[in-house]
């Protein structure tokens, strides 16, 4: 059956990321953690379907203050077709200057480190504002498809795919199509599996880094369910610290 060929396939990818890319994500959580000890920020960002880990990191149960995203409505489809659809989208972020203007409302500094999801890893958005973020000092992480990046050729007029700007790229172990499963009598395949893998390794991030600040005495404010029972103002307590980290950021 198709459903059990898209788990065998997705398990598989999953443990690929276990067995190949822990030695990456402990050096990314490594400096995302130094990165928040020093009061600074850890920046997400992604486009398309690559803002899903970015919306899932925080604020969410489970993650702390230190993450921040950097999202832009217009490069996050809400329509299918008209205002705020995907062929809109899929336009604006092969775009090259685009993303400058997107920057331009948050003051970057060299303490902070920023995580940059896309799959295919040439687009003009992820990958201009993994330019900026090295050009500001930042410590930059990315996360995409190793195996396209051995094939594709890039398309940014700087000549680099997101992999070449990083201080640490992440393989996310999906092929370059990203549909994983076949069936018989069309070349298409269905079911991605860039999702799953981009938020699998984000999750990863987010466990070590929290570890990594623990163990090092830092306690993070941490967004948390409230099935969970603590006081009724604790979530409240995690907005106010968010607030306060970035409001010392306006540019």
């Given amino acids: 059956m198709s459903s059990k060929n898209y788990f065998s396939r997705i398990n598989e990818i999953v443990k690929q990321i276990e067995q190949t890319q822990q030695p990456a994500i402990e050096k990314a959580a490594a400096a995302m953690a130094e990165s928040i000890r020093s009061d600074g920020l850890v920046y997400m960002f992604g486009s398309g379907h690559s803002v899903i880990p970015v919306l899932d990191i925080f604020p969410r149960y489970g993650s702390f203050v230190g993450f921040c995203p950097i999202y832009d409505p217009r490069l996050m489809w809400f329509?299918?077709?008209?205002?705020?659809?995907?062929?809109?989208?899929?336009?604006?972020?092969?775009?090259?200057?685009?993303?400058?203007?997107i920057l331009a409302s948050y003051s970057l500094e060299p303490r902070d480190s920023i995580i940059v999801f896309s799959h295919g890893g040439l687009n003009a958005a992820p990958i201009e504002v993994a330019l900026e973020a090295k050009n500001r000092g930042l410590t930059v992480v990315t996360v995409s498809s190793h195996?396209?990046?051995?094939?594709?050729?890039?398309?940014?007029?700087?000549?680099?795919k997101l992999s070449d700007i990083a201080d640490v790229a992440i393989d996310n172990c999906v092929p370059p199509e990203d549909a994983l499963v076949e069936a018989e009598g069309i070349p298409e395949r269905f079911a991605a599996g860039s999702t799953?893998?981009?938020v699998t390794i984000a999750m990863a991030l987010v466990a070590e880094v929290g570890s990594l600040l623990v163990k090092s005495g830092h306690k993070p404010p941490t967004f948390v369910s409230p099935n969970v029972g603590l006081e009724s103002d604790h979530n409240q307590r995690v907005?106010?610290?968010?607030a306060r980290r970035v409001s010392k950021r306006v540019p």
């Fill in 79 to 101: 329509n299918v077709v008209g205002p705020g659809g995907a062929r809109e989208l899929l336009w604006l972020e092969r775009e090259e200057g685009y993303a400058k203007n």
């Fill in 196 to 198: 799953v893998a981009a």
């Fill in 239 to 242: 907005f106010v610290e968010f």
């Fill in 147 to 160: 195996q396209n990046y051995r094939q594709a050729a890039a398309t940014h007029s700087s000549g680099k």
